[in-house]
């Protein structure tokens, strides 16, 4: 059987090395207690998003209406590429195996397809004759 590895899909803007916003864990040992973990308190309160202003505003501005879909377009083609990046392919040989499965599994169903065909023609051959 092919084995099927999965994995997550990260934010774009995100590499996998930034991992310092992680709560770090330290092992505390008490006296007389099993050791325990317990994540530090290293981070600080998220702090407050700024009010938007006009100059925010008008940074974000939605493109002209009749182009709006071409960059709709563009964008959805530049995050398919990124998510067929992400995308692990099978080897030769595990391609090989499911071809393989495919061909026995369709193989099967036009060998009952057949069966019943020839049942059911019997039978109506049988009422009707």
Do not use: C, H, Q
């Amino acid at each position: 059987m092919a084995k099927i590895t999965r994995i997550k899909a990260s934010d774009p803007g995100k590499s996998p090395e930034s991992s310092e916003k992680a709560p770090k864990t330290v092992k505390k040992v008490k006296k007389d207690s099993p050791a325990t973990e317990k994540p530090l308190k290293t981070a600080k309160k998220a702090e407050k998003p700024a009010k938007s202003t006009d100059s925010a505003k008008s940074a974000e501005k939605k493109p002209f209406i009749l182009i709006r879909p071409l960059v709709y377009l563009g964008r959805y083609i530049r995050d398919s590429w990124k998510e067929l990046r992400l995308v692990r392919w099978p080897t030769r040989k595990a391609t090989w195996k499911l071809v393989l499965a495919i061909f026995i599994y369709t193989a099967l169903f036009i060998a009952i397809i057949m069966l019943l065909d020839a049942l059911f023609t019997w039978l109506f051959n049988i009422v009707i004759g």
